[in-house]
Structure formats: structure tokens, C-alpha cells
């Protein structure tokens, strides 16, 4: 079983709808969860970190987090075709952050 | 001012050739990082240093050595390179080791190896 595991997509919506990313992890210990997006070609940039149980908000983004299902996903509402990327969830474990292999996120006008 | 730098951008080389990769950030963490991504786009971590010292080895090759002259600066040194190794590597830093606190990437090196 990996680490990290997400859907490595394409994931395909509309513009204007909501996307909905997810991503499973192996360790119960981790603490901190991340979402990162990555255009093609350049370096991932933080989007969100989420710490505790529940939903966190940021714009049009938002993060939930389930430990016991030990499950963490991103929203992203009224998607925009510059939202098109790959996304990658990250957790901690191990005192280091491990990634999964991200999804990739395909927006259509 | 780029907070995580490194150089060079493009990196084409010969097997068997010895390279360097240059990193430095500005944002005063006292944690840096190499990270691996394959042509799958898998990010996998190689090695982190916490204030000059070696935290994390990951079971890379030991043609690969890193080397942290100060915390704000963490270089990745590779011998005798294969054609395996291409693929483009990222310098990142945080405030704290642990995988506690966001990663701050550069804009990575595409190495290839021919």
C-alpha cells in the first residue's frame, strides 16, 4: 500500500463547476496535510495545509480532513481553466513530508 | 526576490559525468531539502538537512552527496550520473524539519542524462 494515495486522473469538469479532490494516507501519526498544485513545467506552490479534523476555507478552496478515515480532500469551487493542473497531497510521516502522485485536474470552458 | 533559487535551470549531460545543482533560500528556514520528481511527476524526498545537519538519506545512491556549507545554502553533488537519474530535481526549504511546516520549493532543475 502506498503512502499517499490520489486518483491520478484527468479529472474533468466543466468551468463554473466544483471539483473534488481526494487523497488517502497510510499513517494514523500524521500530523499536517497539504495540497500543492503544479502547472506543468513549474514547481509546486502551497495551496492549503489543514491540521485538525473538519473543513477549512480559503476563497475557493476548501480542505477537509478526516482522521479516522484518515482521509483528506480539496474543493474547489466555480473551477476556472487556470485551476487546471496536477494536485498533490502531501502528509506528513516519518518526520518528512510525503507526496502522493498527484491528480491531474483538467478544467473545460 | 526568489525565496528558494537554484541553479541551473536545464542540466544536459553524458553518463558518466559528475554535476552539481545550487540552492539557496532567503527566507531564513532552518530546513532545506532535495526532492526527486520522475517523468510520472512522483515527488519523492532524496535528503533533508536541519541547520547544516543531515536529518533524512533516503536510500538514494551514494553518487549522490549533498552538501550544506551554511543553513541557507544546500548543493547536490552527482558522480558518475546514469540514465536513470534524469529527471528534475527540486530545492526546497521550511521553518522546521518533521514535515510540520510548508515546503517552499524552487523552480527545479531538469536534468537529462543522455
Known amino acids: 500500500q502506498k503512502e499517499v494515495e490520489q486518483n491520478s486522473g484527468p479529472l474533468s469538469v466543466p468551468e463554473g463547476a466544483i471539483a473534488s479532490l481526494n487523497c488517502t494516507y497510510s499513517d494514523r501519526g500524521s500530523q499536517s496535510f497539504f495540497w500543492y498544485r503544479q502547472y506543468s513545467g513549474k514547481s509546486p506552490e502551497l495551496i492549503m495545509f489543514i491540521y485538525s479534523n473538519g473543513d477549512k476555507e480559503d476563497g475557493r478552496f476548501t480542505a477537509q480532513l478526516n482522521k479516522a478515515s484518515q482521509y483528506v480532500s480539496l474543493l474547489i469551487r466555480d473551477s476556472q481553466p487556470s485551476d487546471s493542473a496536477t494536485y498533490l497531497c502531501a502528509v506528513t510521516g516519518y518526520n518528512k513530508l510525503i507526496f502522493g502522485a498527484g491528480t491531474r485536474l483538467a478544467v473545460h470552458p | 526576490d526568489t525565496a528558494v533559487s537554484q541553479t541551473p535551470k536545464y542540466l544536459v549531460t553524458q553518463m558518466g559525468n559528475d554535476k552539481s545543482i545550487k540552492c539557496e533560500q532567503n527566507?531564513?528556514?532552518?530546513?532545506m531539502y532535495w526532492y526527486k520528481q520522475d517523468s510520472k511527476k512522483f515527488l519523492k524526498i532524496m535528503f533533508s538537512?536541519?541547520?547544516?545537519?543531515?536529518?533524512i538519506n533516503e536510500t538514494v545512491p551514494n553518487r549522490f552527496s549533498p552538501k550544506s556549507p551554511d543553513k541557507a545554502h544546500l548543493n547536490l553533488h552527482i558522480n558518475s550520473l546514469e540514465l536513470g537519474d534524469s529527471a528534475v530535481y527540486f530545492c526546497?526549504?521550511?521553518?522546521?524539519?518533521?514535515?510540520?511546516?510548508?515546503?517552499?520549493f524552487g523552480n527545479g532543475t531538469r536534468l537529462t542524462v543522455t
Open positions: 538537512y536541519n541547520n547544516k545537519e543531515l536529518i
Open positions: 527566507l531564513g528556514h532552518d530546513t
Open positions: 526546497a526549504s521550511s521553518q522546521t524539519d518533521r514535515g510540520v511546516a510548508p515546503l517552499h
